[in-house]
């Protein structure tokens, strides 16, 4: 079965840092561009962060400076370093996988193969 499954969420104060991963299996990461993606209450998920086979990144702006995506193809998981979390970070956080895509098809148009079930992040004092 084909599946990623996300982890790492939690609450946390403002200020603070999280760690999430996105462990993919059923199949490898290595053609893939995975993404992370938020939705918070009311709102339409978007692109947060996506990362290429070859590991170009992007980030949208409210995040750049903060977080950092990374990937480790050996252990087929993608990471999203979340650091200085703002309370408008708060929303549940999915990852998303889509083979060869560019940074832009999946990240702003959100076209993706796969999506994880994802992982609640609350920031709050």
């Known amino acids: 079965q084909l599946q990623l499954v996300e982890s790492g969420g939690g609450l946390v104060q403002p200020g603070g840092s999280l760690r999430l991963s996105c462990a993919a299996s059923?199949?490898?990461?290595?053609?893939?561009?995975i993404g992370w993606f938020r939705q918070a209450p009311g709102k339409e998920r978007r692109g947060v962060s996506c990362?290429?086979?070859?590991?170009?990144?992007t980030y949208a702006d409210s995040v750049k400076g903060r977080f950092t995506i990374s990937r480790d193809n050996a252990k087929n998981t993608v990471y999203l370093q979340m650091n200085n979390l703002k309370p408008e970070d708060t929303a549940i956080y999915y990852c998303?996988?889509?083979?060869?895509?560019?940074?832009?098809?999946?990240?702003?148009?959100?076209?993706?193969?796969?999506w994880g079930q994802g992982t609640q992040v609350t920031v709050s004092s």
């Open positions: 998303a996988a889509a083979r060869r895509s560019l940074l832009f098809t999946l990240c702003v148009e959100g076209r993706v193969d796969y």
């Open positions: 059923g199949f490898t990461l290595d053609d893939y561009t």
């Open positions: 990362i290429t086979s070859g590991s170009r990144t």
